[in-house]
Structures are given as structure tokens and as C-alpha cells.
């Protein structure tokens, strides 16, 4: 346990000095300064957007460059030959890609409290970021793991987001009828998006929410185990 | 003396590729040796390390590492072992002394960073980003990260690569004394220089295979000629004679030279180590001295 949080510690400061968080901070800010020019109902609607984008799509961008850059470093072969386990190495890092999810929660939901008055069940909103969260870092190092730089990984990310995240957006524009969302709920963006749509709302459809959080769970777990552990050890060595 | 590896009859594939990168190799390497294990590009040595460092699983044949079975090791094994690798391997954008304080917060056991550092000239750049280092520093680097823990088996791939004659030879003196110590290294380098200074057995990799296994003396001796060549000036100009090294006490004609002769050289026909490379090898150093496999 006590390798583990030095593992941790040791992502977060190098996200501080590799201006991942700092970054991460700016974008939360910039939507920060969104709401001040919209009503509170027009937050309300659009911030499970806004969590989202820090969810899914940002934090994959960010841990594939982080990853990137590290693989470029040599560091993580490096890593390879501590005292530490390959699952360890792997859990701080979707832990502190799953820090990049909480803050920007954090300070989108302390925003629209601030500027607006409007609360939320903010420990159910935390959960299911966590759980939108390690769905999402699973998705990232499947993605980073399978470029060959950053670059390559930007094109599998638009692949990702056209083929998961569109649908998604349809739904939320209606152009998908209702009666579709649980055969959505296969995309995990959109899960992602029921999840932090539902406690933004408040409005919960209980079965479809626990529905959503299993399969993000049960996706990470998978895709943890099956493609990304396996996959570390040789991708760090081809370097 | 305890063997700290045993190699029996390693095979090992790539997934991608249809032939074996190791072809049957067995060696052993004894506890406070300095054993090297050379041959041109692609031979797979550094392929055999990453083997014996747990890098790469799904190999053939049976690796002991101090009488256990290498493939039941778990992560402690790294407590034991330190790995110097060829190219950088540290965080760029943390300092040097940040890189060494978080990779030694992992070891039950440290060396004295501050120590180390001072031995290889980096610690008055300890505040220096990574990223700033020459390359030659990098290098001096990678080798402190690999003492970290006082090892107690030290894998080093071409260690003083990039580096220039005086950090070289600081280097080699370190590993030295680390071998004085009683402690064990498994070194891989094209570098013959390293190879004459440092190694007590050596093994030359071709092709996937082990082609000789022996102590540079020994092979100096199966590879060199025994014969004595005496460079001397008579009236003069410069001559030369060969004399056979059998008997070369009683040789009337050798001693006769000596005495009349201006003599200005005696070598004995003793080869070095890059010549024994290319016989054993077949493959020319200056060719592929700046890579590695």
C-alpha cells in the first residue's frame, strides 16, 4: 500500500510538472467563465456536457500524453524494474487520471453553486465520475497503447468519439427516439453521459443508472485485465 | 562460489517474428564475476537480459536465479537486482536529483544518492531537469539509478557508451569495486575496451547462439599466436624476425638478436579482444559500434 501512494504521489507531481493538471485547471476555468454569461437552467442543461468533455474526452487526452511523453522518456521501462507490480503501476496511473476527473467535477459543480445557487447530490456526482472516470482511463490506455505516438492516438480519439460520443449527442438532441438509450448505454460515453446527466438533473431512472455504472465497472475491469495489462509491459519496452 | 544464473537451453521468439531470437542458449554466471556477454547487432543480447530482468515472458528452457526458478520470482526480485539500461530511461521534465529521490523511495535498502552522484560528477547538476542533460550525463545517470538499491546483481547494457575516456573510466572503476564487493554483473557491450578491464568470463552471441564461453585470458590464448616478434634496427635500418614461443628460451637465434641487435620492440603474438570478436563473430566492430541490439 505504501508503494502504491508513492506511485500516486509520484504521478500527481509529475502531472503538475508536466502542466497536465495546470492544463486541466485552465479548461475548468474556461467553462467557469461560460456560466457567467448563461441563465441558471441554461447551466444546468449544459453542464453534464461540460463534465462530460473533462470525463471522457479530456482525460483520455491527457493520459495519452502523459503516457506518450513518459514512453518517449524511457521511464516507464524504468518503472518496470522497481519492486512494484504492473497492476500498481497501472492503478496510480488511472488513479491520478481519475484526480483529472474529480477537480474538474469538483470546481464545475462549485461554480454553479457560486454563480448561480443551483446544488447537486455532490457525493453521487463524485461516484459516478469516479465511475465515468476509470471507464474512461481503461478506454485511454487501450487508445495510447495502440498508437504509435501522440498523434496516431488523436486519430484513434476522433475514431473513439465518432463512433461512441456521436450517438451520444444525437440522443441528447433528440434525433435518437428515447426508447434506444438502453441500447446506448453500450457506448460508454453515453453511460458516462446518463450517469452525470441524471444527478445534474436530479432526475433518476434507477435500473438504467445502476445499469450504467456496472457496465463502466465491469468495461474498466476488462478492459484492465484483457488488453491493457497484458499490453504495458511489451509496449514500454518497444519504447 | 554460488552460481546467481543459471541458463539452461533458452529459447525465446518474438510474437512477430517466425524464427527464434534465442536458439538454445546455456551459460551460468557466478556470484562476484563481472560477465559479459558480447556479439554484433541482432545476436540477442540484449534480448537474453530482458529475459533474465522478467521484461519479456513466454520464454523456452529454465532460468535460476540463485537456485529458484526465475519465473516464480515476484516484484521482489527487484530488491536484489539493479538494471542499467543503454538509453535514457528518466522523467525529462524532474530534476536529476527528484528522478533518483522517487525511484529510491521504492527500495527497502539505498545507496548514499548524494554519494553516488559526487562519484560520477552529476551532483552539482542535481537541479538540472533531465531534459537538459547531455547525452554522456544521461548515461552517468542510468548507472546511478542502477546502484540505487546496493544490488546485489547489476545488469548493465553498454555502460559507457557515450561517455568520454575520464567518465569511462570512472565507471569502470565503480564496477570494480562493486565487483570487489562481492557483487555480480552481467554486463552486454560491444565496447572491447570494457570488455579487457572489466570482465572475468565472457560469452560471444551469434545469431541467437553462444559460440564461446570463457575468460578473455583463455581466449587471448586459443586465438593468439604463439610466437614472439622482435622489431630491431641493424646498420641502421628497421627489421623484424618472428621466433616461435615454444622453447623461445633456448632459441640461440632469439638470444643472438638480443645481444646484437638495437632492439626497439618485443610483442608476443597475443591477440586482443576485437580481433577474437571478429574471428568468433564474423562480424567487423567499426560497422556497428554505435548499436546495439
Known amino acids: ?239 | 562460489m554460488e552460481t546467481a544464473f543459471r541458463v539452461r537451453d533458452l529459447r525465446f521468439r518474438y510474437p512477430t517474428s517466425s524464427a527464434d531470437t534465442i536458439k538454445g542458449i546455456s551459460f551460468d554466471v557466478r556470484e562476484g564475476e563481472v560477465f559479459g556477454l558480447l556479439g554484433p547487432s541482432g545476436a540477442g543480447k540484449s534480448t537474453t537480459q530482458k529475459i533474465m530482468v522478467k521484461l519479456l515472458e513466454g520464454y523456452e528452457g529454465s532460468i535460476q536465479y540463485f537456485g529458484r526458478d526465475l519465473g516464480s520470482l515476484g516484484s521482489a526480485f527487484y530488491e536484489e537486482i539493479g538494471v542499467g539500461f543503454e538509453v535514457p530511461v528518466h522523467f525529462t521534465k524532474l530534476t536529476a536529483l527528484e528522478n533518483m529521490e522517487f525511484f529510491a523511495g521504492f527500495y527497502q535498502k539505498t545507496a548514499d544518492i548524494q554519494e553516488l552522484m559526487e562519484r560520477v560528477g552529476l551532483w552539482e547538476y542535481r537541479q538540472v531537469k533531465v531534459g537538459e542533460y547531455s547525452k554522456g550525463m544521461k548515461v552517468r545517470l542510468n548507472f546511478v539509478r542502477a546502484m540505487l538499491n546496493r544490488p546485489r546483481f547489476l545488469f548493465l547494457d553498454e555502460v559507457t557508451n557515450g561517455l568520454d575516456p575520464k567518465n569511462a573510466r570512472v565507471i569502470k572503476d565503480m564496477i570494480a569495486e562493486y565487483r570487489d564487493q562481492g557483487g555480480t554483473v552481467f554486463l552486454t557491450t560491444h565496447l572491447m575496451n570494457d570488455v579487457e578491464q572489466l570482465c572475468d568470463r565472457v560469452a560471444f552471441c551469434v545469431d541467437g547462439r553462444l559460440v564461446e564461453i570463457s575468460t578473455p585470458r583463455d581466449l587471448k590464448l586459443k586465438y593468439g599466436r604463439r610466437e614472439v616478434k622482435v622489431e630491431y634496427r641493424k646498420n641502421g635500418v628497421l627489421a623484424s624476425a618472428v621466433f616461435p614461443l615454444d622453447g623461445i628460451g633456448f632459441n640461440e637465434e632469439f638470444q643472438q638478436l638480443l645481444q646484437t641487435a638495437e632492439v626497439e620492440t618485443i610483442h608476443s603474438g597475443e591477440t586482443s579482444m576485437e580481433e577474437i570478436f571478429i574471428i568468433v563473430t564474423g562480424v567487423e566492430l567499426d560497422g556497428q559500434a554505435e548499436q546495439a541490439d
Open chain 1, 1 to 239: 500500500m505504501a508503494k502504491l501512494s508513492r506511485l500516486i504521489k509520484g504521478e500527481l507531481k509529475r502531472l503538475v510538472k508536466y502542466k497536465i493538471l495546470p492544463v486541466s485547471l485552465v479548461t475548468a476555468v474556461l467553462w467557469i467563465g461560460l456560466f457567467l454569461f448563461l441563465s441558471p437552467q441554461e447551466a444546468q442543461r449544459i453542464t453534464p456536457l461540460v463534465i462530460l468533455v473533462d470525463v471522457a474526452a479530456m482525460s483520455i487526452l491527457l493520459l495519452g500524453a502523459f503516457h506518450h511523453l513518459e514512453k518517449q522518456d524511457g521511464a516507464i521501462r524504468t518503472m518496470l524494474v522497481m519492486p512494484v507490480t504492473v497492476g500498481q503501476i497501472l492503478t496510480a496511473k488511472a488513479a491520478a487520471s481519475m484526480v483529472l476527473a474529480l477537480e474538474s467535477a469538483a470546481i464545475t459543480a462549485a461554480a454553479l453553486y457560486v454563480i448561480h445557487g443551483l446544488t447537486l447530490n455532490y457525493a453521487l456526482l463524485l461516484f459516478f465520475v469516479a465511475v465515468a472516470g476509470i471507464g474512461h482511463a481503461a478506454i485511454g490506455f487501450v487508445l495510447a497503447l495502440n498508437s504509435r505516438d501522440f498523434s496516431s492516438m488523436l486519430g484513434l480519439l476522433m475514431g473513439y468519439l465518432f463512433v461512441f460520443t456521436l450517438p451520444s449527442i444525437l440522443f441528447s438532441l433528440g434525433a435518437i427516439a428515447e426508447k434506444y438509450e438502453w441500447l446506448l448505454l453500450l457506448s460508454p460515453s453515453h453511460a458516462a453521459s446518463h450517469l452525470i446527466t441524471s444527478v445534474v438533473r436530479g432526475e433518476f431512472r434507477v435500473g438504467m443508472a445502476a445499469a450504467a455504472c456496472l457496465y463502466l465497472a465491469v468495461l474498466a475491469g476488462a478492459l484492465f485485465r484483457f488488453a491493457v495489462h497484458p499490453q504495458f509491459k511489451d509496449n514500454a519496452m518497444r519504447g
